[in-house]
Nanobody
Framework: QVQLVESGGGLVQAGGSLRPSCAASGLPFNMYTVGWFRQAPGKEREFVAGVAWLGGTTDYADSVKGRFTISRDNVKNTVHLQMNSLKPEDTAVYYC?????????????????WGQGTQVTVSS
């Protein structure tokens, strides 16, 4: 059974950094895409960053470009999201998601599996 487990969220002051991770199991090797999404209260779930496992192609939302970096560890089957220069508007529950394709998409509806989420709170 596919399982995605996020960890590494927390509380940080504006300008600080966090590095949540997503541990994946039960997914075909090198045959899927992993994305990070976030959802704040009263807002739609939005794409943050994604990585295609096979080639390492990445994609980012405009709001996080230059601040966030997604990376994959093919030994531990884990995806990390390095978040620097955090802003209060980054506050949200961050979710890891996966879909069984090599192509990255920004649509939450296209992803098949989801983690439980990890809270990221950025104070001013």
């Amino acid at each position: 059974q596919v399982q995605l487990v996020e960890s590494g969220g927390g509380l940080v002051q504006a300008g600080g950094s966090l590095r949540p991770s997503c541990a994946a199991s039960g997914l075909p090797f090198n045959m899927y895409t992993v994305g990070w999404f976030r959802q704040a209260p009263g807002k739609e779930r939005e794409f943050v960053a994604g990585v295609a496992w096979l080639g390492g192609t990445t994609d980012y939302a405009d709001s996080v470009k230059g601040r966030f970096t997604i990376s994959r560890d093919n030994v531990k089957n884990t995806v990390h999201l390095q978040m620097n220069s955090l802003k209060p508007e980054d506050t949200a529950v961050y979710y890891c998601a996966a879909r069984l394709t090599r192509a990255i998409t920004t649509s939450p509806q296209a992803y098949d599996y989801w983690g439980q989420g990890t809270q990221v709170t950025v104070s001013s």
